[in-house]
């Protein structure tokens, strides 16, 4: 058994593991004895990436032999010769003096995986992301309800692989994404109700966005460990991935990457993790911003997110309901069935509604248009229910930032009819009769307005300029 213990401020620190022939596997844990996030990134001697683990207070195990393999590692054969342990302390990255983060980590050559019970897929291979888009579960054309957000045990949460799928199957979601901090899952659960996609949450000190869809997984060493490099890093994932800025206003995870251009962003996670106590108050400013960029010609589009961490027992703090998977759910209108590949290029068009609960159904002129589609100037007509009856409803339709119709909502459709010729966009919130928020359909647009075709604000910073300016941004 070997043992490693040190500090390491923000940066990295590589530790040298000598296998001899005789090894059949290799076995590490570690922690830190603080609440930190410490990353490891292990290589074998062909510099293959093997496995990859977060680091926290309570002690994680990760293990690996020629045909097994613990989430978050690569089965294969245990080459005999070095091994190389990268370790990266990334907190405080945009700060000076960033404190010490203690570790350790215990290595031996006789622990084998534990047998998991789940059916599953590769994910990474030879770091690149081996998982088939194509692949179709279903080949109808329907809205399907998912989950962008998610963590398990292989990074920050609380839940292990097993124990995810079945919540999220319990929850009967048609998709989800496994999004851990700057973490790929090397493989992933094959079930015959629910699809699951690989994800990676970036995490960086400047804040947090998912790439759905990576193409490969995050080679950490090429970034020089700053919040604007990890960022870049992150965007430079795959061209084809879903770019969705999570928790954009809620402090302190807040996003304040000032230069980030808005062409580089698909989406923002208006509602992430409801039982959050900060978490309503964040998804209003997050809407205030969503009205303050296409009223200035950027079409970036709203999607929901549990960020789900915790076990059903749990709670956040001051919170009476779980958070769990599922909770809210993103609906994504796939024309071809579900596939990777089609969630993907929904999301990227603003095919998308989310909610809570309400069990909204909503139409567009029969079904002939769909949120983020370009409408130009012709009359709409909204036909909405819910049928959740434990709670009572309003839909309110905001055109260019002011509300212009309020209507209850039932078990019965009603139809509102909206004259497009007047306004740049409309979007639809769902709201419990309380004022609280509980769903979103995205915006049609009037690409006729001269304002689609050059937008007046650029970067994140500009963003942040016209909010800070006139709070009303109408």
Known sequence: MLSFNGQLSCGYRQLEIEVSPAAKSISLQGNTPKERRL???????????????LLQKHPKRLAISADKASPGCVAGEIEPGTWLLRLYNLEGGHHQNSPQMAYHIEVDFEQIPVES???????????????????????????????????????????TLEE???????????????????????????????????????????????????????EIQEADFTGESLIEAGLALGEQSHIAINHAMMKPWHWQYQQMPL???????????????????????????????????????????????????????????????GDPATYVYCQDGLSGEALLQSLRQGQVYMERRCHLQFCINQGEQYPGNDVGGQTLTYTISVADRQQRYDAEFVADGEIIAKVPLSNQAINCAVDMSRYRWLRVDIRRKNGDFEGLINP?????????????????????????????VF
């Open 117 to 159: 019970q789940l059916k599953t897929e590769p994910v990474l291979k030879d770091g690149l992301n081996g998982f088939d888009f194509t692949k179709k579960i279903c080949a109808t054309a329907k809205w399907y309800r998912g989950d962008l957000h998610a963590h398990t045990q292989l990074s920050h949460g609380h839940n």
């Open 164 to 218: 995810a799928v079945a919540l999220i199957e319990q929850q009967q979601l048609d998709f989800i994404f496994l999004t851990e901090h700057n973490i790929l899952h090397t493989f992933l659960p094959v079930s015959e109700q629910t699809l699951f996609v690989p994800g990676i949450e970036m995490t960086a000190g400047l804040g947090h966005f998912n790439v759905h869809g990576p193409e490969r997984t995050l």
């Open 444 to 472: 049609v647009f009037n690409g006729e307005n001269p304002c689609f075709a050059s937008p007046s604000i650029h970067t994140w910073g500009q963003l942040m300029a016209v909010i800070t300016k006139n709070q009303t």
């Open 39 to 53: 990353y490891g990134y292990l290589y074998d001697p062909k510099q293959q990436l093997r496995a990859q683990i």
């Open 263 to 325: 062409a580089k962003i698909h989406s923002l996670e208006i509602c992430c993790d409801p039982t959050w106590p900060t978490s309503a108050r964040a998804t209003e400013k997050v809407l205030t911003a969503m009205t303050a960029l296409w009223n200035r010609g950027q079409r970036i589009y709203g999607v929901g997110g549990s960020d789900c961490h915790l076990r059903p027992d749990e709670r956040n703090p001051k919170a009476t309901e779980p958070s769990i998977y």
